[in-house]
């Protein structure tokens, strides 16, 4: 592993720990069913957390479009996903879309627990993902006829899902001085922010005609 430095706005700079680009050869991939452990010593601290790689549960049926509700531009569409779920809580997932050679980006609530879907099959929308570092514009959830989206669909374990699910939540409520005060849920120990957090991803990829 090896630490990346990327300057923000502000004059701050963002640090993340990922694969060393030039020893790919300390590089490995994961494996579903498994948990990993990360240890990180910085500046006389020790940092740890702990995240395990579920197995696919949630699995993809197919994905397919239609029409977007009346009112709406002639062009856009709403991309729908057909899955699974197995019988038995305890299901957590996090999706991803791109448009076309777009980045790939989470969707505005991109995790879900399966306490209303368990042990059965459901059609819902995808809405389309976006960048936190943009303004949502109205119709943002829409896709246009002549795009080619990619889905991405992870099982992960609760500890990423509460994660997302806090962060998320604080996302929202920023600037409202009615929201209630949020606690951004994180597995680091030793005072750490950010999580550490393990994907068991399915794709899919969808044409949609113009």
Same mark, same amino acid.
């Given at each position: ?91 957590? !997932?996090?999706?991803?879309? %791109? ?5 790939? #980006?989470? =969707?505005?609530? &991109?995790? *879900?627990?399966?306490? $209303? ?66 606690? !951004?849920?994180?597995?680091? %120990? ?5 999580? #550490?957090? =393990?994907?068991? &991803?399915? *794709?899919?990829?969808? $044409?949609?005609?113009?």
């Amino acid at each position: 592993m090896k630490v990346y430095t990327i300057p923000a706005c502000g004059g701050f700079s963002v640090s993340f720990y990922s694969v060393d680009s030039a020893n790919l050869a300390t590089a490995f991939t994961g494996e579903l069913n498994k948990t990993y452990t990360l240890h990180i010593s910085e500046g006389g601290k020790e940092y740890s957390a702990i995240t395990h790689i579920p197995n696919i549960t949630r699995r993809i049926d197919s994905v397919y479009w239609k029409q977007s509700p009346p009112g709406n531009p002639a062009e856009k569409v709403l991309v729908m996903l057909k899955a699974y779920d197995p019988p038995g809580f305890g299901d957590y !997932v996090r999706y991803f879309t %791109q448009r076309n050679s777009e980045p790939m #980006f989470p =969707g505005l609530n &991109s995790v *879900y627990d399966d306490q $209303i879907i368990d042990g059965t099959s459901y059609d819902i929308q995808v809405e389309r993902g976006i960048s936190r570092n943009e303004t949502a514009s109205e119709g943002f959830s829409f896709f246009n006829k002549g795009d080619t989206v990619t889905l991405k669909l992870a099982n992960i374990d609760k500890a990423t899902y509460d994660f997302w699910r806090t962060m998320e939540f604080t996302y929202a409520s920023v600037g409202n001085p009615f929201a209630s005060p949020t606690k !951004v849920m994180s597995n680091m %120990q030793g005072g750490a922010l950010g999580y #550490f957090g =393990g994907y068991a &991803s399915q *794709y899919r990829t969808l $044409i949609i005609p113009r």
